[in-house]
């Protein structure tokens, strides 16, 4: 009696039940929360450009006015030639500059001395150097102050107190720039040096041929920062500078504000103006900023 095999049953595997797919926001969950701060970062703005539209009693009213009846726009004509603004441009354009310029040299040069060359002492000048940027400007601005002047009495005149250049002399390299080049410098490779030595390049022709050109977001971006922070300074021209020909932009806003009475819409409006070389920099530059940023300290 012959019996028959029946074949064996294969049984597919269970599959898995169809996965539901879930609702997705356009745009990064983080934008929940960023447009609200974004707003109140600009709230302070909007409304200086609203009060430099007001009249002065429409400023000084309570509670507060926030579009004005009729626009007027005269408050910056009146503001500019309430006060010598254009030689006030003039001062801040000219110490910008000169600050902008040796900073780019100096710091790139000491940047790259700092990453590429081996010198003694160097760690601990560098070291040095660092520990400069946890000091508070409080507390040198006196014996800046005093070597400025000194500056004034014994080396050049133009140098010293009530001198436009005395705006320039502490600013003309920083240790920030110094740290933020060399850091940057230590990205770039070093094979590349090495083959432009071989040919016989110098050191300076390597800088300024070969590292220089390969960092230009990093020097864009300290081009911006300097360029914002010397326009924008007031404390240092409030400490040295006295005369009227002399005083930058920042320092002359302060014709706007009085003992008793502050006329608000031609503050406000002087601001604006003051401030549209600055935002123009910054629309211009911003696209260097994380690019410098994300490949600056990768290397130390």
Not at 33 to 39: G, H, M, Q, V, Y
Request: net charge positive; hydrophobic share 55%; with cysteine.
């Amino acid at each position: 009696m012959t019996t028959t095999e029946s074949p064996p049953v294969t049984t597919a595997p269970p599959q898995a039940p169809p996965r539901r797919r879930g609702w997705r926001l356009p745009f990064s969950p983080w934008h929940l929360l960023l447009i609200p701060l974004t707003f109140l970062l600009v709230v302070p703005l909007l409304w200086m450009l609203i009060t430099s539209l007001l009249t002065e009693g429409e400023a000084n009213r309570f509670p507060p006015v926030l579009w004005p009846a009729q626009p007027r726009f005269e408050n910056y004509s009146d503001a500019w030639a309430a006060a010598p603004f254009g030689h006030f441009f003039l001062n801040s354009t000219l110490v910008t500059l000169v600050v902008l310029v040796s900073n780019l040299v100096v710091c790139s040069l000491a940047g790259y001395a700092f990453a590429r060359i081996r010198f003694l002492g160097r760690t601990a000048l560098f070291v040095t150097l660092m520990a400069t940027l946890m000091v508070p400007f409080q507390v040198t601005m006196i014996p800046v102050f005093l070597i400025v002047k000194w500056f004034g009495d014994n080396v050049w005149e133009v140098l010293g107190i009530n001198h436009i250049g005395a705006l320039m002399l502490p600013n003309l390299a920083t240790a920030f720039g110094i740290f933020f080049l060399r850091q940057f410098f230590l990205t770039v490779p070093v094979e590349l040096e090495e083959a432009a030595r071989v040919d016989g390049t110098s050191r300076i022709g390597v800088l300024f041929k070969i590292v220089l050109p390969l960092s230009l977001p990093a020097m864009s971006t300290l081009a911006a920062l300097t360029v914002l922070t010397s326009w924008n300074d007031f404390l240092w021209p409030l400490i040295v500078i006295t005369s009227q020909d002399q005083m930058t932009v920042p320092l002359g806003l302060s014709y706007f504000q009085g003992a008793h009475r502050v006329n608000w819409p031609l503050l406000m409006a002087a601001n604006v103006m003051s401030l549209l070389p600055m935002l123009l920099v910054f629309v211009g530059a911003q696209r260097y900023f994380v690019q410098s940023v994300a490949s600056t300290g990768i290397k130390g």
